[in-house]
């Protein structure tokens, strides 16, 4: 059981960079000792995209090295970076944006995720104001829930505490960390209260019944009993008094603003959900439906899926079995109403017009003008808005890079933009390669390129060590002097086979110019 958790909160992490003996996520970042900003860039602060949020006008995109707003649709971003660390959770209550940090430390050989706090802003992204990541005093080893006294497991450290999601429940800040507990606060983050959930072996708690159990996600080392229900993963908040909590034991409701909880899960239902971990938990208020991205845990029938009810939590649907589904969103009608439902999953977007019935694949996303494409069919995050013409922006974030989608026509018809961010090469002939080191199993490795003058026939070829070739990856295309492009290898020989780890290098002629060359090192 430790182990698959273990493994799901690893894939959890984005953009794997470096193959040891465990893969070392590239959010591992030095310390600067401020905020950083940056305005007015053509793309957010990072391709490894977490989450996808609207405020207004504004779409903001959370990634694995900093936080990106566009007020003009794409054309311009301004980002923000919190010591360089990586975005885990991102929330809005009206003007204020709230986002936690987080990072990875090697442990004796084994990664481990750290929560390095929240941030909010109450005016937009002006300004921000940090909130040390919650945690417990050592003698915290009890909690008043009703009429009971309960053991608690004091979670006294940031390693394993990295907060995944944050709801706002009338004048409150809920987060789920995962490690950390679920707390919620009055005060903007300067105390919190932990908030008790069912344990494991409980389907409903009420403050009125006598109880007796422990408050922990793991035994710890003072004998307590582990709940996976007390190792909390996706909020979402349904209206003013009622919250959905998604854990490594199943759903979890509260019609009573987070007093009384109820828990659904694949073992204790007839018609159940897929699986007990959750990723993500959304709610289709026109059609009165709970989605959610279940994810198998530890059962022996337990599947990856995405789970939906009609009921409020009574029974359930699957669909897209095997899928590992990261998040849930909506197209909507002229009237606001919610319409297809579409997710992100490791293998693409998928959309439904007709509540499940049938499924759609989105198609390769390239963008119109520059011809730019996503390179991965690795997809953490989706969203969707009405603009005011009433089409339907359809916001897209892989581990390679952001796209929109204008809906403008039938479904996938419309404007295509891609939003890649990447290395700056200064004017004239230079070129450059990211990801690098790049693993082709999980990427494309990208290479930039500029040049001067008119139009030019431009030829790509990747070589070995040995200088003996091995791909050519575009052959005497044409394109004209003074811009920037990107072109993409993944890693294959001719014959379609990946290459042997290792240093290659790859040749841009530039028609009757100097050739251009770098290194590539491809790591598996």
Do not use: C
């Amino acid at each position: 059981m430790k182990k698959i958790l273990t493994q799901i909160i690893l894939t959890i992490f984005i953009l794997f960079s470096v193959s040891f003996a465990q893969k070392i996520p590239n959010s591992i970042y030095l310390k600067s000792d401020k905020l950083g900003k940056i305005v007015a860039d053509q793309n957010p602060v990072g391709n490894a995209v977490e989450y996808i949020e609207f405020m207004g006008n504004d779409v903001w995109i959370a990634t694995s090295v900093g936080l990106s707003k566009s007020s003009d649709n794409g054309e311009t971003w301004t980002s923000y970076k919190f010591d360089e660390e990586g975005i885990s959770a991102l929330g809005f209550k009206n003007d204020t944006v709230w986002v936690a940090t987080w990072h990875a430390e090697d442990f004796d050989g084994e990664v481990v995720p750290v929560g390095s706090g929240l941030h909010y802003s109450p005016d937009k992204g002006d300004t921000w104001i940090d909130v040390p990541q919650p945690v417990d005093a050592s003698d915290d080893s009890s909690i008043v829930y009703g009429i009971n006294t309960l053991r608690s497991l004091p979670l006294t450290v940031e390693e394993g505490n990295f907060t995944r999601d944050i709801g706002f429940l009338g004048n409150e800040i809920w987060i789920a960390s995962f490690y950390g507990g679920l707390r919620k606060s009055k005060d903007n983050g300067k105390t919190w209260e932990k908030v008790v959930l069912p344990p494991d072996h409980l389907d409903f708690i009420s403050p009125d019944q006598t109880l007796n159990f422990d408050v922990s996600p793991s035994t710890g080392a003072l004998g307590f009993k582990e709940n996976l229900n007390h190792r909390f993963f996706s909020i979402h908040v349904v209206d003013d008094s009622t919250i959905l909590i998604g854990t490594a034991n199943g759903i979890n409701l509260s019609t009573d603003k987070g007093i009384s909880w109820r828990k659904f899960n694949h073992q204790n239902q007839e018609n159940s959900m897929s699986g007990n971990f959750i990723l993500d938990i959304n709610y289709d208020h026109s059609r009165n439906t709970i989605w959610a991205a279940t994810w198998k845990a530890e059962g022996e029938t337990e599947y990856y899926g995405l789970s939906s009810s009609s009921d409020f939590g009574e029974n359930w649907k699957t669909y897209l079995s095997g899928e590992n589904i990261h998040n849930i969103a909506f197209t909507y009608s002229l009237s606001g109403n919610e319409r297809d439902i579409f997710v992100a999953s490791d293998n693409g977007v998928f959309r439904t017009n007709d509540l499940g019935t049938t499924w759609f694949l989105a198609p390769d996303m390239r963008d119109d003008i520059t011809n730019l494409p996503i390179t991965t069919t690795k997809f953490r995050a989706v969203n969707g808005k009405l603009d005011q013409d009433n089409f339907n922006n359809l916001w897209f974030g892989s581990e390679a890079g952001s796209a929109l989608l204008v809906e403008t026509g039938a479904m996938w018809k419309g404007d295509w933009k891609v939003f890649v961010s990447s290395p700056k090469i200064t004017s004239g002939s230079k070129s450059l390669a990211f990801p690098n080191p790049f693993t082709p199993d999980d990427e494309l490795v990208k290479i930039k390129y500029s040049f001067s003058g008119s139009s030019k026939s431009i030829t790509i070829r990747i070589f070995d060590f040995g200088m003996n070739l091995v791909r050519t990856v575009i052959q005497n295309v044409t394109k004209v002097g003074g811009n920037e492009y990107i072109d993409s290898w993944d890693g294959r020989d001719e014959n379609s086979e990946y290459v042997p780890n290792g240093v290659y290098f790859y040749r841009i002629d530039i028609g009757n110019d100097e050739p251009l060359y770098g290194k590539i090192m491809v790591l598996m």
